[in-house]
């Protein structure tokens, strides 16, 4: 079926080509013929900082690998020109399918688990060897087949890599080499996973064609992540790529890169190859240019004084007349182990050894000796105290060639200013204190002037009378006081100013008292009156109570004023007591008298005090002591005394509950006689004050003869509509006394007489 598709591919592929946007050339200087010089190629793709040599092409048709250029919004392919090379040629033709043998593409099947490894059709390597200037080498690619979107996760894979080797390399492929082309972590970017770009790992994160997703997640189980690195081709209303263009899927611009040692001989080998058939073809996009190993700048500048604000609060990098100085640091190239010599010119308005001096510099050459890391150059401003305009120093260091390395070419422009004029922002008013000893914050703020690096500007500042340097201080004086402020930049300008501490004038603080009159057992408050001190004031009450009034119970009570001055002044309060006794009273049941209660009123008895009773049955008295009460029910009641002096009305109550129940009475008659005269016919025992009752009656032989729960029916000596016999009969009564939940227990004995 997929060679059928190839057939089906190679006939429509000659009307496709004038419409497709790829242009290739695969004529002149770029038609390689197998075994030919490649190195017009190579030349293509091979940037800044890379030598190159040995470049050959094997290739198992002609015109496999050519130039290209593309219009990127028709096609997607964001590379816009370089080189191709395709299993279907560069002008998307039939190329052929002659199979062949390639080691490091069968090796790499093989370690992807690939079926009918073996099987290599339309082979195209182009290898060449390589010298980078620096530590790392990379280059832009995109992969690109119709397999995809037809054969994705399925056994039919095309296969390719970039094989690097060379010094200090160790992989598994071909003279050690490793494969570069690996697809990059969607997790972290600039990392890259140990996955191959091939088909079934990189892809649209869905099995296509009949594939199955194990086939991708036996290569890499993260596979579907690996999506975002996609490009769809397959849908002919997608306006983001060509419909007609052959690939029916493809890769983002792509990165491949390694560390390698720089001024050393490496070798890479670009192979891509159909597997199993040779009709559904598969292409690689080279970048040119792009296979580059750029150079590092190897200075780096650094100044030691100075940066002041501008306007806009933004730092600027400046030398400053007779200030400090500033360093030009120079780092040993990447690969160089012997002496580095870095020359360099000056340039500008400022004079040598007038306006500024590099010492310890001879020839205007830096010499890195071996075994040395870096160097630096120094650069010192001279001050000479005139006014004068900016004057600009440039230094130029010129480019380094090393074997195979050369460094950049590079200009530091230093700037040398008059040194800006320190100067006060603020400082701190005249102070007027209200107290001696009082605390006075004292503030000051510069600007200008030169500070050293940092992000706000730092300056010393000293004030009078202080051990420390600080901005801001907070002193006590006791008398008027100067204070003088002195601030230093880091270049040693000082400026000073002074502040004045003084006092207001204080008056003497007095305290007014208050007398209350008030009645026995209630709170009353009482205040403190100020006049003069500095407020506000503190209260401290003998009974730790703060404030200017207390509440508290009869009596002459001391507190000590404070003022904000910490000055202090004594008093004291009184509170005048109408001294009314609590009332007291005791009650109780009579034990004798049914619903009766005595009552004891033990209030102390003094002149004046009248008396209001409550007997918590509606009724009352006025009278100091009424002994006793009679309830006309038995139950819970709440007795009240209230107490009124007639001084100041001062009055106080006390109440108590009192638990009225009717006395228990029993009694019970030994004998009846049930002959219908009237008198003595029925038998049960008398009971008063009970809730409960109950009444049982036995023959002597233990049977019951009569039982009743309704204290008011009585035995009328019959059982069961006969009457019983003459005889002694047991009976027993359970009570329940009103407020009590006992059971309380009668037995006794009843003679029937007829």
């Given at each position: 079926?997929?060679?059928f ?8 592929c000659?009307?496709l ?16 013929p ?66 062949g ?8 099947l ?40 037809g ?19 160790n ?42 997703a ?33 690939f ?6 792509l ?6 040692i720089?001024?050393?001989w ?94 310890d ?45 050369v ?35 004292l ?7 030169i ?40 270049c ?17 603080l ?27 004031f ?48 005791s ?14 009123n ?69 004998s ?40 008011n ?8 509509s ?33």
């Amino acid at each position: 079926m997929k060679q059928f598709l190839f057939l089906l591919f190679c006939l429509s592929c000659l009307n496709l080509f004038s419409q497709n946007p790829i242009v290739a050339d695969c004529t002149g200087d770029y038609n390689i013929p197998v075994g030919g010089d490649a190195s017009s190629l190579v030349e293509i793709l091979v940037g800044e900082g890379v030598e190159f040599d040995n470049a050959t092409l094997t290739q198992g048709f002609d015109c496999s690998v050519g130039y290209f250029t593309s219009t990127n919004a028709a096609t997607g392919i964001e590379i816009e020109s370089g080189i191709l090379m395709s299993t279907m040629g560069v002008n998307f033709g039939f190329g052929g399918s002659g199979s062949g043998s390639e080691p490091d593409l069968t090796l790499q099947l093989d370690e992807v688990n690939a079926i009918n490894s073996n099987l290599l059709n339309n082979i195209i390597v182009l290898e060449f060897d390589f010298r980078p200037i620096s530590d790392q080498i990379s280059f832009e690619y995109v992969f690109g087949s119709e397999e995809y979107q037809g054969y994705t996760c399925s056994n039919y894979n095309d296969i390719f890599g970039f094989f690097i080797s060379g010094p200090g390399i160790n992989g598994t492929y071909e003279n050690n080499a490793v494969n570069i082309a690996l697809i990059p972590d969607p997790n972290n970017p600039g990392e890259f996973t140990d996955t191959p770009v091939i088909i079934n790992a990189l892809n649209g994160g869905v099995p296509t064609g009949g594939g199955v997703a194990e086939n991708c997640a036996s290569i890499d189980p993260n596979w579907e992540d690996y999506a975002v690195f996609f490009s769809d081709n397959s849908a002919v209303d997608n306006v983001a790529v060509d419909p007609n263009f052959p690939f029916h899927g493809f890769t983002v611009p792509l990165t491949a890169t390694y560390e390698v040692i720089p001024c050393e001989w490496h070798h890479i080998k670009l192979a891509i190859a159909d597997v199993t058939d040779g009709g559904v073809n598969s292409g690689v996009f080279l970048q040119e240019g792009s296979f580059s190993s750029p150079p590092v700048n190897q200075i780096e500048v650094e100044s030691n004084v100075v940066n002041v604000f501008n306007s806009s609060s933004e730092f600027i990098d400046n030398l400053y007349e007779g200030c400090g100085s500033a360093s030009v640091t120079f780092y040993r190239p990447e690969g160089i182990v012997g002496e580095v010599i870095f020359p360099f010119i000056t340039d500008g308005d400022a004079t040598n050894l007038v306006d500024y001096e590099i010492p310890d510099v001879q020839n205007n050459e830096i010499v890195m000796p071996v075994g040395v890391d870096s160097v630096i150059l120094q650069v010192v401003p001279f001050g000479d105290q005139d006014i004068e305009p900016t004057e600009e120093l440039i230094i130029e260091v010129l480019p380094v060639t090393y074997d195979c390395y050369v460094t950049e070419r590079d200009t530091i422009v230093f700037e040398i200013f008059d040194q800006p004029m320190l100067e006060f922002e603020s400082v701190s008013s005249d102070f007027l204190l209200d107290c001696p000893g009082d605390e006075a914050n004292l503030t000051a703020q510069a600007s200008g002037g030169i500070t050293s690096l940092m992000e706000e500007p730092e300056y010393i500042y000293q004030w009078s009378q202080q051990p420390n340097p600080a901005q801001n201080v907070t002193v006590s004086p006791i008398i008027p006081t100067d204070y003088f402020i002195s601030v230093t930049d880091i270049c040693g300008q000082s400026i000073s100013d002074v502040v004045f501490v003084d006092f207001q004038l204080y008056e003497e603080l007095i305290l007014s008292s208050e007398i209350v009159y008030t009645c026995y057992n209630q709170l009353e408050e009482v205040c403190i009156q100020t006049e003069g001190g500095n407020p506000p004031f503190s209260f401290l009450w003998e009974n730790d109570s703060i404030g200017p009034c207390m509440e508290d119970f009869p009596g002459i009570y001391s507190v000590t004023v404070s003022d904000d001055c910490n000055l202090e002044n004594s008093s004291s309060a009184e509170i005048y007591l109408d001294e009314a006794p609590n009332p007291a009273f005791s009650v109780y049941q009579m034990p004798d008298d049914n619903l009766g209660v005595d009552i004891n009123n033990s209030t102390f008895a003094l002149d004046g005090l009248s008396y209001l009773w409550d007997f918590g049955d509606n009724t009352g008295s006025i009278v100091e002591d009424p002994e006793s009460h009679y309830y006309p029910e038995s139950g819970e009641y709440t007795v009240t005394l209230g107490v009124t002096t007639e001084i100041n009305n001062c009055y106080k109550e006390l109440s108590q509950v009192v638990l009225v129940k009717p006395l228990y009475y029993y009694y019970s008659p030994n004998s009846f006689t049930p002959n219908g005269d009237m008198m003595n016919d029925t038998f049960s025992p008398s009971v008063v004050g009970v809730e409960t009752f109950e009444l049982f009656i036995f023959d002597r032989w233990g049977k019951q003869v009569f039982y009743s729960n309704d204290i008011n029916q009585k035995w009328d000596g019959t059982f069961e509509s006969t009457d019983a016999q003459s005889g002694t009969y047991n009976f027993k009564v359970l009570v329940k006394k009103y407020y009590d939940d006992t059971i309380y227990q009668e037995y006794g004995v009843v003679t029937l007489l007829r």
